[in-house]
Every structure is written in structure tokens, then in C-alpha cells.
């Protein structure tokens, strides 16, 4: 097989044997291999060579949906980019000319759509099957707990969008990392009345899935309640710098965030700490509005299932 180049550059012709029967490449071109009276002749589907490179399934801890990664290769002898496409867009292949313009073009024929999605799956060589974690906190992977958290070097890949791409790890703790600890009760950041209890609580989080296990989920929330300037975010940066790198300017969660993101963030967030900051309402409507919000991550947090919250209107 001749090789491929990479994106931008000139790729060589493909072989036939990037496909299973009934899809042949000639030409650099995809073609269907059709019954016609009593011969077969080719039937050309499209001026490019789609390749599936891997199979990823998106676990978002409640529901698994399947993705995939699709190169190309056009018949000018162009590589096309790698495009994640999700299966319901594989099934009307429509991204086609969304994601790659005039160079993924289709014969206009009948059904050749689904035959080039057909012909994608059928793609002969190696494919990589992959498992993308949307969700953080324990999980039970082939027998075993594991902490799921975007980690570098990790086998096991977890994916968290915006302001929650902070959350990770860098490198395992040890025994020499509670000095850390000792020196921030010992240095004057708050009065150890405020710091206990934050300290327990961010060490309560990674417990939540063997205590929920055991029927005695902690069911509260926790306000840190100041006059402004007195370093509140500050604070709350300190404590969730246990699970990433955080600093007052950039909380993983406002007030001023809707509801729904607010809720579905949480979710996300299982078994480690999170701040939603910045209650401070401007005018009656804005007070009513942040009320209703800290009312839904209560109930939330009081009956654990605020994915069902989610709804059009917030």
C-alpha cells in the first residue's frame, strides 16, 4: 500500500484493498463494485477515499454514545482532515460537504450516501477502539476502581469542556505532600473555624461514591459567606487547586452562569470539589433570579438528581 502524506501535502494513490467486498479504490477515487446483467463493473461513489481510524464511545457516566474518527484521502491526491463525527451524523453523511467543502463532494446518485458510509465501516485496516470519559470520580473499569480525571500518561482518557478543563492531575501524591496541608492551617489565610471545615469537606468529595455505596451520601452544600474583598475566591482557588490548577479569576462556575450549565457542570463533576462563585445579585429581578438558581443546586444536592433538572427554560 503506497503511503499517505500528511495533511496539505500530496498523497500517492491508495490500493484496492483499503475495503472490504463490495468497495474498491481506483484511481484514488471510492467505487462500488455493482451486478450489471451478467458482469460486475465499478460504480463510482465518490472523488475521495474515506478511512475509518477509530471507534470512540463517550461515557458520560449515565449514557454511552458512539463517535468516529474519518480521514480521506482526495482523488487530487490531497489528505483531508480527520473529522470526529458523531453516529447520527454517519448515518445521513451530510458533514461531508459541511466539514470538507467541494473536496467532499458525492456522486449525485441514489443511496450513495449510505454506501459511503457503508464503505467507511467496512474499512480493512487497523482501527483503534477508544473510550472517552466525560465525567470525573470513581468508576469500576474491568473489575477495578478508578479515579477518573484528565491526567497526563494516563490509559484513560477524560474529557471536561470550558472553565472545567482545569480540573486534573499532574502527578501522584505522596506521604511528603501533607506538609502542605499542616502549613496551610498553620499560616494565617483564615481562622481554622472557616479552614476545618473546608478541609474536610475537600477531602469528603473522593469519598462520595463508597459512601453514596453505603447509603449515607453526604446531601449538603457548603457557603462561604464574606464581605467583598475579604478573599473568598481566593480561598475557594486554595481548596480546589487539590483537583487542578485554579486561581480566584477563573472558578470553575458563576452565579451568572444559567441554571442548566450550572447543574449539568456539577454532574460532570462527580466525586471532587467545585465552586459555583459570585452570589451577588444587582437589582430585585437579578437577586430573584440567583435565588432560584442556589434553590435548584440545593435540591440538587439534597435528593442527587440534577441531570433529571435539566430543563428548556433555565
Same mark, same amino acid.
Given at each position: 500500500?503506497?503511503?499517505?502524506?500528511?495533511?496539505?501535502?500530496?498523497?500517492?494513490?491508495?490500493?484496492?484493498?483499503?475495503?472490504?467486498?463490495?468497495?474498491?479504490?481506483?484511481?484514488?477515487?471510492?467505487?462500488?463494485?455493482?451486478?450489471?446483467?451478467?458482469?460486475?463493473?465499478?460504480?463510482?461513489?465518490?472523488?475521495?477515499?474515506?478511512?475509518?481510524? !477509530?471507534?470512540?464511545?463517550?461515557?458520560?457516566?449515565?449514557? $454511552?454514545?458512539? +463517535?468516529?474518527?474519518?480521514? =480521506? &484521502?482526495?482523488?487530487?491526491?490531497?489528505?483531508?482532515?480527520?473529522?470526529?463525527?458523531?453516529?447520527?451524523?454517519?448515518?445521513?453523511?451530510k458533514w461531508l460537504l459541511?466539514?470538507?467543502?467541494?473536496?467532499?463532494?458525492?456522486?449525485?446518485?441514489?443511496?450513495?450516501?449510505?454506501?459511503?458510509?457503508?464503505?467507511?465501516?467496512?474499512?480493512?485496516?487497523?482501527?483503534?477502539?477508544?473510550?472517552?470519559?466525560?465525567?470525573?470520580?470513581?468508576?469500576?473499569?474491568?473489575?477495578?476502581?478508578?479515579?477518573?480525571?484528565?491526567?497526563?500518561?494516563?490509559?484513560?482518557?477524560?474529557?471536561?469542556?470550558?472553565?472545567?478543563?482545569?480540573?486534573?492531575?499532574?502527578?501522584?501524591?505522596?506521604?511528603?505532600?501533607?506538609?502542605?496541608? !499542616?502549613?496551610?492551617?498553620?499560616?494565617?489565610?483564615?481562622? $481554622?473555624?472557616? +479552614?476545618?471545615?473546608?478541609? =474536610? &469537606?475537600?477531602?469528603?468529595?473522593?469519598l462520595n461514591h463508597f459512601?453514596?455505596?453505603?447509603?449515607?451520601?453526604?446531601?449538603?452544600?457548603?457557603?462561604?459567606?464574606?464581605?467583598?474583598?475579604?478573599?473568598?475566591?481566593?480561598?475557594?482557588?486554595?481548596?480546589?487547586?487539590?483537583?487542578?490548577?485554579?486561581?480566584?479569576?477563573?472558578?470553575?462556575?458563576?452565579?451568572?452562569?444559567?441554571?442548566?450549565?450550572?447543574?449539568?457542570?456539577?454532574?460532570?463533576?462527580?466525586?471532587?470539589?467545585?465552586?459555583?462563585?459570585?452570589?451577588?445579585?444587582?437589582?430585585?429581578?437579578?437577586?430573584?433570579?440567583?435565588?432560584?438558581?442556589?434553590?435548584?443546586?440545593?435540591?440538587?444536592?439534597?435528593?442527587?438528581?440534577?441531570?433529571?433538572?435539566?430543563?428548556?427554560?433555565?
Amino acid at each position: 500500500m503506497s503511503e499517505i502524506m500528511t495533511e496539505g501535502k500530496k498523497a500517492k494513490l491508495i490500493d484496492e484493498t483499503v475495503y472490504n467486498d463490495p468497495y474498491v479504490v481506483k484511481s484514488n477515487c471510492l467505487y462500488e463494485m455493482v451486478q450489471v446483467k451478467d458482469q460486475v463493473v465499478p460504480m463510482k461513489l465518490a472523488d475521495f477515499v474515506p478511512t475509518l481510524i !477509530s471507534e470512540i464511545t463517550r461515557d458520560d457516566g449515565t449514557e $454511552q454514545k458512539k +463517535m468516529f474518527k474519518v480521514g =480521506a &484521502v482526495h482523488k487530487s491526491g490531497i489528505k483531508l482532515s480527520e473529522q470526529i463525527v458523531s453516529a447520527d451524523e454517519m448515518q445521513n453523511m451530510k458533514w461531508l460537504l459541511n466539514r470538507w467543502g467541494a473536496l467532499g463532494a458525492a456522486q449525485p446518485k441514489q443511496n450513495v450516501l449510505s454506501k459511503i458510509c457503508h464503505a467507511i465501516m467496512l474499512t480493512k485496516g487497523e482501527v483503534k477502539f477508544e473510550t472517552m470519559y466525560l465525567q470525573t470520580g470513581w468508576k469500576k473499569i474491568n473489575g477495578e476502581y478508578v479515579f477518573l480525571m484528565p491526567t497526563q500518561n494516563s490509559p484513560f482518557t477524560v474529557e471536561l469542556q470550558g472553565k472545567l478543563k482545569n480540573y486534573s492531575f499532574t502527578e501522584k501524591g505522596s506521604q511528603e505532600d501533607l506538609i502542605y496541608l !499542616s502549613a496551610m492551617l498553620e499560616n494565617s489565610f483564615a481562622p $481554622q473555624c472557616v +479552614m476545618l471545615p473546608l478541609l =474536610a &469537606v475537600t477531602f469528603l468529595c473522593p469519598l462520595n461514591h463508597f459512601l453514596k455505596s453505603a447509603g449515607c451520601e453526604p446531601k449538603f452544600v457548603t457557603a462561604l459567606i464574606g464581605k467583598t474583598g475579604s478573599r473568598k475566591s481566593t480561598l475557594a482557588a486554595l481548596f480546589l487547586s487539590f483537583f487542578g490548577k485554579f486561581s480566584a479569576s477563573d472558578l470553575p462556575m458563576s452565579f451568572h452562569d444559567t441554571a442548566n450549565s450550572i447543574l449539568s457542570n456539577i454532574y460532570y463533576l462527580k466525586d471532587v470539589l467545585t465552586c459555583i462563585d459570585d452570589f451577588h445579585p444587582s437589582g430585585m429581578f437579578h437577586e430573584q433570579e440567583m435565588k432560584s438558581i442556589a434553590q435548584n443546586i440545593s435540591r440538587y444536592y439534597g435528593d442527587r438528581i440534577g441531570r433529571a433538572r435539566l430543563n428548556s427554560k433555565a
